[in-house]
DNA sequence: TGTAAATTATGACCAACAGTCAATTATTGA
DNA sequence: TCAATAATTGACTGTTGGTCATAATTTACA
């Protein structure tokens, strides 16, 4: 059955070119600007068509938000790959994942914007909102490994849980990046306006300090000197 | 001209019945649920009145938020005058938002819509996106003025840089709110579903982990050797 | 007190847009 | 060739944010 097969294959195709359409649509104005008719119209395809492969506006937002998950997990297992130690596997992570924001930031922002409604209700139903949440968890588990492989090369203190860190590491470091990337796109939108600090190095700095205190006591001085607290458990 | 005054005082408190009348109906269901009419029904107004005092729907929504950051400032300002050492203002403060979150979902709700929405453009032109800007400029301020006070009674280490830590723990603490709220109000929306830890005190634990990286090297032991690195200035 | 002017409020109305569906066209299988 | 199935269309609908001419109320003042 070949021909079951090209149908799949075309459909999937047809999928993709109106996702296409959509960024090219969104990426150069707004969501809440950008409409299905213009959409369907840089798709070349009618507006019910649009209807056929997204079950909402919402619904392809979040296929654009997918797109975005999909780039940054294969950059994550990509850094997993490399070898290093735990402690630095995080730190890259880190900066991969602000080199992410810094280089796709429609993606980021879809993602804001995405989260932003998943407080509400409506999205859950989505196939696509499974897709997203199976990506962050792609996402987390990979810091978790790096976590684990620094208990294991004695790069992290012993006394970190490393499915709690994770979720820190994740979450603080998003809102970092959210806050730079609004002072970085529209100055005037500045979450912090007149706070006179120069916002390039930030995130830099915060990786840094935040991964500076998982490093177990410094053995250079072969005393244990810094006084950790440990995380409590679950 | 006492009559001006009425008219000011009464122009006030009608805002005010609005924002009440707004709140009751979008907390009790979403905004993108509610609409205007609603609203007005609920205020015992027409809808030509209530765009008598907000220019657009987004408008009364930034008056939500903008009544949330109000509650956050004044808590945060009650907490600088507990007259505790820096760090422990710094945590303090961290607890403080973290209450708030708990206490006002609602409201911590909104500023995340909002936030989402300065991604665009729109909110920039209104007055009350001003005030609500005003109000984090003030936030902030509080911290980093926790900081100074923790430079100077040699709570916090000296190479910090108040302005930028300030950021850095509004953002972060911001970020991992985020992540707690997802999870706490609605299970299923769970930013980090099947990772299974508590989220209970994961906030608490990130306040912790994070500030003990901002204490000066442990002085009980004689000895400086938490190799601290230096914050590298605008 | 009476009335013109100014202020405040109303709700019918409009335009925009997400989403639908009966009708149409294209493709498949025999 | 043609019936059955699948894919596509775009006119249509319902909802809703926002407007504006009109009306009601209040103020200023003779």
Known sequence: MGIAERKEREKEERRNMIIDAAERVIFSNRIDTSTMDQIAEEAEL????????????????????DRGMSILADKLARVLGEKKKGIELLKRFGEVYFDYANQFPNYFNAEMFCRSHEFMEETTASELFQSTRDKRIEIVSFIIRGIQIGLQDGSIRK???????????????NGM????????????HDLFPE???SIDHIVQDFIRILLDGLKPENVTNGQNVHETQA????
Request: no cysteine.
């Open 46 to 65: 009618s507006k019910g068509t649009l209807y056929l492969y997204f079950k909402s506006k919402t619904d392809l937002y979040l296929a654009i938000q």
């Open 159 to 173: 006394d970190i849980q490393p499915e709690e860190l994770s979720l820190m590491l994740y979450a603080s470091l």
């Open 177 to 188: 990046i959210q806050a730079y990337m609004l002072r970085k796109q529209v100055e005037k």
């Open 195 to 197: 706070i006179r600090v």
């Open 231 to 234: 995380i409590s458990r679950a």
